[in-house]
Nanobody
Framework: QVQLVESGGGLVQAGGSLRLSCAAS?????MAWYRQAPGQQPDLVAT???????TYANFVKGRFTISRDFAKNTVDPQMNSLQPEDPAVYYC???????????WGQGTQVTVSS
């Protein structure tokens, strides 16, 4: 089983920055960040595999940078140049190495004011 706690969300002005954090307990393999705006389907923001290979969605390339600390079992996105289209609840799912089941945290809200 994997438990996840996301944090770091808040209100920021357009063009500003936020750093989110996701702490996982348990045998987490691939981890990712998704975001979901009200009334929308979740969008994949980035994935981070055990080999530290990171892939980004086109809409965050050049603005978001994901860092993964395998010792601490954390995945933290540094989000720069936040835009009015970035507000959403950001989630950090993780796949359990043993069961391959994907667990989700409670999410953290990001709000951008123009």
């Amino acid at each position: 089983q994997v438990q996840l706690v996301e944090s770091g969300g808040g209100l920021v002005q357009a063009g500003g920055s936020l750093r989110l954090s996701c702490a996982a307990s348990g045998a987490a393999g691939m981890m990712a960040w998704y975001r979901q705006a009200p009334g929308q389907q979740p969008d994949l923001v980035a994935t981070v595999r055990r080999a530290a290979e990171t892939t980004y969605a086109n809409f965050v390339k050049g603005r978001f940078t994901i860092s993964r600390d395998f010792a601490k079992n954390t995945v933290d996105p540094q989000m720069n140049s936040l835009q009015p289209e970035d507000p959403a609840v950001y989630y950090c799912p993780a796949r359990c190495i043993k069961t391959q089941y994907t667990y989700w945290g409670q999410g953290t809200q990001v709000t951008v004011s123009s």
